[in-house]
């Protein structure tokens, strides 16, 4: 089983947010000083390349904003090059471009995340904003991420997911 796109989009995120803040506060020289800090960037970095170049092809297309070949070569770079790294480029990466390239990220996520459907009855309790499910057509009932019908009463549905899904 193929793992979730959205995952490797999480997983670049969450990446960049981390790197953000393991050099908050410091300067390039400290940086280049603190081998556990360094050591922790180059791998964020690697992870980045990686989970970027298993995002398919037809996402990078619609999100052509997103540097993907360059996040790809910068991992390809520091994993086969490690000992030319260039700090500079390292820090204007951290601090230049994660900060312009990370709503774009983020916006694809949402964009590709599974629409939501609140369900329930008006005004109860029971009332819930449920993602992953699929409304049938009679709008009476949605679907569980395993196929199983659920009756309720759909009171919203929100579409999010130009690649499919509900």
Same mark, same amino acid.
């Not at 603190?34 to 800090?37: E, L, P």
């Not at 996402?59 to 052509?64: D, G, K, S």
């Not at 049938?136 to 949605?142: K, P």
């Given at each position: 089983m193929s793992?979730?796109?959205r995952l490797y989009l999480e997983d670049i995120i969450e990446t960049m947010e981390k790197m953000q803040g393991f050099v908050a506060g410091m300067t390039r020289a400290e940086l280049e000083a603190? %081998?556990?800090?360094a050591f922790a960037v180059m791998r964020g970095l690697q992870i980045i &390349?990686? #989970?970027a170049r298993r995002v398919p092809e037809t996402?990078? /297309?619609?999100? /052509?904003e997103v540097p993907w070949s360059l996040m790809i070569g910068m991992r390809n770079r520091i994993t086969? %090059?490690?000992l030319g790294i260039d700090y500079a480029i390292v820090w204007r990466t951290i601090h230049e471009d994660f900060p312009s390239v990370l709503p774009d990220l983020r916006r694809a996520l949402h964009e590709l995340s599974p629409c939501s459907v609140t369900v329930g009855e008006p005004g109860t309790e029971q009332m819930q904003t449920v993602t992953g499910l699929k409304v049938?057509? %009679?709008? &009476? #009932?949605?679907r569980d991420v395993l196929g199983r019908r659920k009756t309720c009463q759909v009171l919203h549905f929100t579409r999010r997911n130009p690649f499919g899904g509900c």
């Open positions: 793992r979730d796109s603190d %081998d556990k800090t &390349g990686e #989970a996402i990078q /297309a619609t999100y /052509a086969h %090059d490690y049938t057509e %009679d709008e &009476g #009932a949605v």
